[in-house]
């Protein structure tokens, strides 16, 4: 069946220095990806998704490319701020499905 | 922006009594998923539900689970009987549409624990 892996379970970072995340998926078909952001006792919010042109989605300084030769969604950020503390989820789903796959969730936590 | 809310936010039961997990989603939106994680694993999809009826459902959704959204009123997860293994956060979430075009917006969570 489809699945997400995330191999980082808790990434730390000290604040201004590059962030990324790693995402890798499996699936049947063609699927589309998005990084969620969950803050604590909040609800996961949509950070970002693919687009079918390969076009590069960006939102709050974070992007992420779609590699399809690698089955990749990278989660990345030049400059790590201490709001970026969260929990980040990448997720897959099909284009006919309303199921969402999700990965573990990586843990980010800057220091300052 | 849109938020969907989730009542209550934390729910203690007796194994084998009956739940009811209640979801406000977004006004306009016509899809709703329900989404199970259990501690320290990741969020599973259980069901997902438009215009009444249920269009996908995972092998986590057992026969004990129902799910309605009567007269645009809360969507709803009903468990009866629960078992241990029903311990867990329950997310709702809505859409305006599905596939992924859509954006799924989710509740902060119901935690469910079964003693």
Redesign the interface.
């Known amino acids: 069946g489809d699945s997400v892996t995330q191999t980082e379970g808790l990434v730390t970072l000290t604040e201004g220095l590059p962030v990324m995340l790693n995402c890798t998926y499996q699936s049947t078909y063609s ?2 990806l998005f990084w ?1 952001v969950q803050h604590l ?6 950070l970002l ?1 693919s687009f ?1 042109d390969n076009k590069r989605p960006e939102h709050q300084g974070f992007h992420a490319t779609l590699h399809k030769s690698s089955s990749s969604f990278h989660l990345q950020k030049s400059s790590a701020q201490l709001s970026d503390s969260a929990l980040y ?1 990448c997720a897959s ?13 990586t843990i980010l936590r800057v220091h300052p | 922006g849109p938020k969907v809310l989730q009542i209550p936010s934390h729910q203690i039961i007796d194994m084998g009594q009956m739940v009811t997990l209640n979801c406000d989603p977004v006004s306009n939106h016509l899809y709703f998923y329900w989404y199970k994680q259990i501690l320290g694993q990741q969020m599973e999809f259980l069901v997902n539900f438009y215009n009444g009826k249920v269009m996908e459902k995972s092998k986590l959704f057992k026969d004990q689970f129902s799910v309605e959204r009567p007269d645009g009123s809360y969507f709803t997860l009903k468990i009866q009987p629960t078992a241990l293994e029903d311990s867990a956060v329950y997310f709702c979430a809505s859409s305006p549409g599905t596939g992924g075009f859509a954006e799924q917006f989710f509740g902060p969570g119901t935690r469910l624990t079964v003693l």
Do not use: D, I, V
């Not at chain 1, 006792?41 to 949509?46: I, R, Y």
């Not at chain 1, 789903?93 to 969730?105: D, E, M, P, S």
């Open positions: 699927p589309f969620y006792n909040e609800a996961p919010k949509l998704k079918t989820y789903t099909g284009a006919n499905t309303g199921k969402l796959t999700f990965g573990h969730g």
